[in-house]
C-alpha cells in the first residue's frame, strides 16, 4: 500500500472524527437533531469505508456496528437515547488511539477494543451482514449446464454488454455459446441500443450453480436467466463451436433444454455413438472405401458449381434485404464451405503412396550402379490432390535416378573425398502457406558449374563470352537437349528428361528450383499447389472485365496516376525508388472503356526480378474455382483457365509468367 | 486496452487508492469529490465506465446515476456504485436507477479490477 495514500486516510478520519465530535456534542444538547444524527451516520460510514480499505479491521468493525444503529436511528427504527450516545463518545476516544498506531500493532490494545466491541453489540444491533456470512459449501463435481440467456431489450441502456456475460460464462469451465435472435426486426427498423439476442450456453464446469448464477449478479432482473442441469459429467467431449450437432440451426429461436438434452444424451449414452465407431475406423484404417476416381472427381465438380451458385445467393441476398433470406444465405455458405473442404480433403492423398515404388527403384539402381545408397522419405503424410500425384510421378522418379545416377559418387570416389561411402537421398515434403513442398535432395558431389557452361557453350546454348549467375547456369539443365554425364548411362536417359521434368510440374502449377553446392550435394525444390482446381486470386479489374491473378504470382500492389503511365516512353516506372518495367494491361488486352484517374500496379516476380502489371482497379482476394478454357481457347497460354463469379460473369484466370513472357519476346521480335 | 473512468467518492483516500488501483492498470481516471462536482467531468470526454460512492453531501450516488442516464451520450455508460454490504436496500435502489453492477467494501486491488474488467473490455 501506498504511504502517501496511507496518510492521505489518516489525515481524512481525523478530520471525520473531529466532524464526529462535533455532531455527537450537538446530539448532547438535543438527541432529536436530525442533521447531527445523519452527520454521525456518514462518518461512521465514510471511516468505516476507508478504514477496510487500508486495512484498519478493528476500526471497519467497530464503526461498522455504529453506522447501522444510526442508520437505524436516521430511519426512524430506533430512538437515540444516552446509553448510545455515551458508547459512541468512547468509540471516538477508541478510534484515535486505533489510528494512531500501523493496523498491525492494533493488538496491543485487544482487550480493550474486544470490551468496547462488546458494549456497542449489546446495544442490541440485529446485524444482517454477519447472518449471511455461512455460505453453503457445494461439492465441487462437474456437470454439463444448459443456460439460456435472454437480456431484456433495454440491458444496454444499463451499460451492460450481454457478451461480456457470455465471456464470463465460458470462462468457469468449457461450453459453448449459441446464439440466436429474438424479436429481430428488418434492418430498417433497427435501434442499435436494443438488444435482439439471446445466448444458449452449454457449459460444463466444476462450479456450483450458485457460480453460475453469480455471473448475472449485476443484471437479475434484466436478464431471464435459465440455468438447468444437462447431466453429470462432461456431456460436450466432442463438442466444439465449429462442430456440434446444431451448427445449422435456425437462429430465429432457442434451441430449448429439451432438444438440447436429448441431442447430448443420445451422443452420450452408449459412450461409443454410431459416429464415433466410424471416427475411430477411419483412425485405425486410413482407407477402407474404395471409390472410383471419376465419382470423385464428378463430387468435386458439382462441389465447384455448388461453391460458384452459392456466391451468386450471396450476392442476391446482399442485394435484396430480407432477414429471413440473409439466414438462409449464410447457412448455405457455411455448409458449402464445411462441404468443399471435406470433398477436397477426400481428393488428398498422402505421399506416402507413391514412396514404396522410391525405395523399390532406390534399391533396384543401387546395386546396378554399385553405389551404397540409403534412402530416407521425411513428411511422407503431407497430403495432396491426387491428380497432382498421379502427374508429380514420374518427374519425381526421374529427378531420384538423376540423383543416384550423377549425384551421389561411387563409394571409393566417397572415401577418397573423406565422406561416408554410403550416401543418402532425401525426400521431403512439407506444407508452406497454401503450397505443398517436395525436395529431393543428395550428399553427393554437387552440379559441376564449369561443365556445364562448357557444355551449355558445345550445344550453342549459351555464347562463350556470356555472363550468368550461378543461378542462370544451375538452370541450364532444364533447357531441352542438354545432358552433362560424360557417359551417357541407361539410367538417366539421354538429356531428354529435365526440361521434360520441368514442364510436367509447371503443367500442374508447380516450380522446380534446384540448389547445388560442390562436394556438399544438390537439391531440387518442387513447389506444388494443394489443389488443381481451387485458386485463391487477386481479383483485378480493367473497365469493366475482370481478371483474376493467382495470389503467389502477386508481390506488392501500387497506385500509381493513369497519366504517368500513359506519359512514360519505354514502359517502365519508378516505384519506391526503383525503376521496375511494366506493361499496361489495358492496351494489351485492347480495353478501351473509359480510363480511371488512378491505376493500380501489380508487381509480380518475373525472372528474378519483377513486372509490374497495370490495371484499373483491385477488387480483392477472391477463391476461385478454376474451370478449363474452351478449345478455342487452349493455345492461349497466358490465360490458365477461367472462373465463374458471384454475379455470374466470367473472369479469365491470368498466369502471369507466361503473360509476361508472351507480351516481352512480342516485343523482343517487334524490335528486331 | 485504457479506459476512461469517472471515479466519484467523497473520502479523499477511497477516491485517491480507487483511482491509483485503476491508473496502475493503465486507465485515465477523473474524479469528482462529490455527485454535483462530477457533474463537471461528463463535458463530452469519452466516458467508459463511472464507479461513485453512495452516500455523499450535495449530490448522492443515486444522483448520479438518474443524472448520468439522462445524458445524450452517456446513457449507456456502464455505471458501477461503491457499497457496503449493510446497505441492499441501497444497492436495490441504484439498480432501479441504472446502475450497471456494484463493488463491495472494502475491497482489494483485484476485486476492484476485476469488477471492472467484468463491464468494460
Known amino acids: ?672 | 486496452m485504457s479506459k476512461t473512468i469517472v471515479v466519484i467518492d467523497d473520502s479523499e483516500s477511497i477516491r485517491e487508492l480507487v483511482g491509483l488501483t485503476l491508473e496502475n492498470a493503465g486507465h485515465t481516471v477523473a474524479k469528482g469529490v462529490d455527485g454535483q462536482d462530477a457533474m463537471r467531468l461528463f463535458d463530452g470526454r469519452e466516458v467508459n465506465l463511472v464507479i461513485t460512492d453512495l452516500n455523499m453531501p450535495h449530490m448522492d450516488g443515486i444522483g448520479v446515476i438518474r443524472e448520468v442516464r439522462k445524458m445524450q451520450g452517456y446513457n449507456t455508460v456502464p455505471i458501477l456504485v461503491l457499497t457496503t454490504e449493510s446497505q441492499t436496500s441501497k444497492k436495490e435502489e441504484a439498480k432501479a436507477a441504472g446502475a450497471t453492477g456494484w463493488i463491495v467494501k472494502p475491497f482489494v486491488a483485484d476485486k476492484l479490477l476485476a469488477v471492472v474488467k467484468k463491464v468494460i473490455r
Open chain 1, 1 to 672: 500500500m501506498n504511504d502517501r495514500l496511507i496518510d492521505t486516510f489518516l489525515a481524512e478520519a481525523h478530520e471525520l472524527i473531529v466532524d464526529l465530535e462535533k455532531a455527537l456534542l450537538q446530539l448532547e444538547n438535543d438527541q432529536q437533531n436530525k442533521d447531527a444524527i445523519s452527520a454521525v451516520f456518514r462518518a461512521m460510514h465514510t471511516i468505516k469505508g476507508a478504514a477496510g480499505m487500508f486495512g484498519y479491521a478493528a476500526v471497519n468493525e467497530i464503526t461498522h456496528h455504529l453506522e447501522s444503529i444510526y442508520q437505524d436511528i436516521r430511519d426512524c427504527k430506533r430512538e437515540m437515547n444516552e446509553a448510545i450516545l455515551r458508547i459512541t463518545f468512547k468509540t471516538l476516544d477508541h478510534l484515535r488511539i486505533l489510528l494512531q498506531v500501523p493496523p498491525a500493532e492494533s493488538v496491543g490494545n485487544n482487550s480493550e477494543h474486544a470490551e468496547l466491541l462488546q458494549a456497542v453489540q449489546s446495544l442490541g444491533v440485529i446485524d444482517p451482514a454477519a447472518s449471511v456470512k455461512t455460505k453453503q459449501v457445494v461439492e465441487a463435481e462437474s456437470a454439463t449446464y444448459y443456460i439460456n440467456v435472454l437480456p431484456k431489450s433495454n440491458i444496454l441502456k444499463n451499460g451492460t454488454n450481454p457478451l461480456y456475460l457470455v465471456d464470463d460464462l465460458l470462462v468457469l469451465g468449457n461450453g459453448i455459446s449459441l446464439p440466436y435472435f429474438n424479436d429481430l426486426p428488418v434492418i430498417d427498423n433497427l435501434v442499435p441500443d436494443v438488444s435482439y439476442m439471446g445466448f444458449e450456453v452449454l457449459l460444463c464446469t466444476d462450479k456450483s450453480e450458485d457460480d453460475i448464477s453469480g455471473v448475472f449478479i449485476f443484471v437479475e432482473d434484466l436478464c431471464d436467466v435459465t440455468i438447468k442441469k444437462l447431466g453429470k459429467g462432461n456431456l460436450l467431449k466432442s463438442i466444439t463451436a465449429e462442430d456440434n450437432p446444431w451448427y445449422n440451426r435456425n437462429e430465429l429461436l432457442p434451441l430449448g433444454f429439451e432438444a438440447v438434452q436429448s441431442a447430448l444424451t443420445k451422443k452420450n449414452f452408449n459412450k461409443t455413438s454410431a459416429t464415433e465407431t466410424v471416427r475411430k475406423a477411419t483412425a485405425q484404417k486410413t482407407s477402407n472405401i474404395r471409390v472410383n476416381s471419376d465419382q470423385l472427381d464428378d463430387l468435386m465438380n458439382l462441389v465447384s458449381e455448388l461453391v460458384t451458385t452459392q456466391a451468386r445467393l450471396a450476392l442476391f441476398s446482399n442485394q435484396n434485404s430480407s432477414a429471413e433470406l440473409d439466414v438462409i444465405s449464410e447457412n448455405i455458405e457455411k455448409i458449402t464451405r464445411r462441404l468443399r473442404d471435406n470433398a477436397f480433403t477426400m481428393s488428398l492423398v498422402p505421399l506416402e503412396s507413391i514412396v514404396v515404388r522410391f525405395q523399390r527403384l532406390v534399391s533396384d539402381l543401387s546395386k546396378e550402379l554399385n553405389k551404397e545408397i540409403e534412402f530416407r522419405a521425411e513428411g511422407m503424410d503431407t497430403k495432396i490432390d491426387k491428380s497432382i500425384i498421379e502427374k508429380l510421378t514420374d518427374p519425381l522418379l526421374h529427378l531420384l535416378r538423376n540423383s543416384l545416377d550423377h549425384g551421389i559418387e561411387n563409394p571409393a570416389e566417397r572415401k577418397r573425398k573423406g565422406k561416408d561411402p554410403k550416401g543418402t537421398v532425401l525426400l521431403k515434403s512439407y506444407y508452406s502457406g497454401a503450397n505443398v513442398v517436395v525436395e529431393i535432395s543428395d550428399d553427393g558431389a554437387g552440379i559441376n558449374l564449369e561443365r556445364i557452361r562448357e557444355k551449355a557453350i558445345n550445344k550453342g546454348l549459351i555464347d562463350a563470352g556470356s555472363q550468368l549467375s550461378e543461378r542462370e547456369l544451375v538452370d541450364l539443365i532444364f533447357v531441352p537437349g542438354f545432358s552433362t554425364a560424360t557417359k551417357v548411362t541407361d539410367v538417366s536417359g539421354r538429356g531428354v528428361g529435365m526440361d521434360v521434368v520441368k514442364r510436367n510440374i509447371t503443367d500442374i502449377r508447380g516450380e522446380v528450383t534446384v540448389t547445388t553446392s560442390p562436394e556438399r550435394g544438390t537439391t531440387f525444390i518442387i513447389r506444388l499447389p494443394l489443389t488443381l482446381s481451387i485458386l485463391d486470386g487477386l481479383l483485378v479489374r480493367i473497365g469493366d472485365t475482370d481478371f483474376l491473378l493467382p495470389l503467389t504470382a502477386v508481390a506488392k500492389c501500387y497506385e500509381v496516376e493513369t497519366a504517368t503511365l500513359e506519359s512514360t516512353y519505354n514502359q517502365w516506372v519508378t516505384l519506391e525508388g526503383k525503376r521496375t518495367p511494366f506493361i499496361f494491361l489495358r492496351n494489351e488486352f485492347a480495353i478501351t472503356q473509359s480510363k480511371p484517374h488512378l491505376s493500380q500496379i501489380i508487381n509480380v516476380p518475373f525472372d528474378g526480378g519483377h513486372v509490374g502489371l497495370a490495371v484499373d482497379k483491385i477488387i480483392g482476394e477472391y477463391q476461385a474455382v478454376l474451370k478449363p478454357l474452351g478449345h478455342y481457347y487452349q493455345k492461349n497460354d497466358e490465360f490458365s483457365g477461367a472462373t465463374i463469379l458471384g454475379n455470374g460473369t466470367v473472369a479469365l484466370v491470368l498466369d502471369a509468367n507466361k503473360l509476361i513472357r508472351k507480351l516481352t519476346t512480342d516485343i523482343k521480335s517487334e524490335i528486331v
